[in-house]
């Protein structure tokens, strides 16, 4: 995806033209087959086909692009079978539902809808979602999915499919400008090959180690930075506060090292980001004789003098900066300028890329109610436990919570408070454990928790602190308090089994145990009976 994004990054602007004349153009030379990127453009459609089938599997979707000179969509790719090869542009339903990323049902649009899929039998339960693609401003197409039930598909897919078409937009406009060719290929070259290297699993620190290689190779310094605009604790809101943190150094040392703030205004670090254009200078200190290197605070006597900096853009934004230093008077040239230009922008993609990453993984793998890990990821995560408690001989305490009576406070106090029970319950159960061990929503009012390198005796110690601590909070919202217990149940590993089926029902079956007692308490596994028979003495 990010090879696409960037593709446009390593061409000249595009042309002043009107919209209308850029979409034909465009459009014509993507679907150029003698054009150096008519392979490119095949491999677009491919990737997108394959992503749309992984996002929702029970889906069948197609790709249509306009024909300019007939005026309609043309099928891209998908089986022709199931879709109308030519969409007319005037249907304005089909317009509507694209522009507006709306959900189109078989039943409200029977007619409309057969214009669009093949002649079948259906049942009304059928419904499609559309997502536009954009070529310079204009609606270039639009990808289509359909699902033959609209309960196959849930809100957080079809968020993903509505913005499959931004990603084809990103890659159509910038495949239509690849054949510019403002940079070398062996240019060209070695950013794709830093892009097809990155890896979004790892921090952000890694994406910056990677351009510091690029940036090497490109240019001559004695000190490179790599700074960003310091951001609030909401992560994508940037604090135009005044300040910056320094990301990566490379080259001469001095007292402005990687973790290190300065101020954004009244810096030379600072001007790309401020200005949003590059700067070069022989001598810093005549070319802005009222600015500080970094602080105004700091030494004047500093031995470098050319600089070179480009701004970083993030979705539009410049939100840092690349600076390069040298210790003498030699200029950078213009080339360099340009070159240090667009591997800003290559980063800001990236630093983006990785923040999209980040999210749709986030989405996956965590419940979006309570915070926690979901079932399935849970799952995953206690099997490569497993396989590493095995690996260094350790022990592991498995536990499952439910909440008691919870659907009474669903039924009387209402599911907003319902809701909130959760979330509340989900941070106390993540304040009393540790930072290495996991977490999960295992159900609607059920937990999971394991306990890393922990036996059954420890573990009874934290189990029965989250089992106090909930007990003992006073859950208020809206000026309506309630008190609210949950009941847990235990199994260890190796000790009871290494099979994770068996070791979540153990502990599923003490849990059952405890709620027989009367909830509010921890029971082990195999300890069930004694629990019993005291209850009966």
Known sequence: MIYNDL????????????????????????????????????????LVYDITRSINVKSKSAIYIIDPLKKVFQIQTGKKREFIDIVKMNNSVILNHINENKKLHQKDYPDVWNKLFSDQNWRGSECAIFSPINIQGAVAGFIVSRVNHF?????????ILNKIGDFVSFGLDNITSLEKKILSEKSKSLILEVISDLDFKVDSQNIFNQFKFLIRTFFRYDKLTISLRKETENRRKVDKAISSIIKLVDGEKDEFNEGSEFPTNG?????????????????????YPNMARYKSSESNDSSFYSVLGAPIIIEGESRGAILLERKNQELFSANDTKDLELIGNVLGSALHWRHEYEKIHNNATHDGLSGLLNHQTFKERFNDEIQRAARFQQKMAIMIFDLDKFKKVNDTLGHQYGDYVIQTVSKIMQDNVRSVDVVARYGGEEFAVILINSDVEMSTIVAQRIVDNIADFNFLMDGVDARVTISGGMSEYPKHSDNIKDLIEFADQAMYATKQKGGNGIITHGNELESHDKKNI
């Open 151 to 159: 309960t196959d598909i849930d809100e957080k897919e079809i968020q």
């Open 267 to 287: 810096s030379i670090h600072g001007l790309p980001t401020i200005s949003s254009r590059a700067i070069n200078s022989i001598n810093w200190k005549e070319s």
């Open 7 to 46: 593709i446009g990054l390593l061409s000249s602007q595009k042309s002043k033209e009107s919209k209308t004349d850029d979409l034909d153009l465009s459009v014509s030379t993507i679907q150029n087959k003698n054009s150096d990127t008519y392979e490119l453009y095949e491999e677009l459609k491919s």
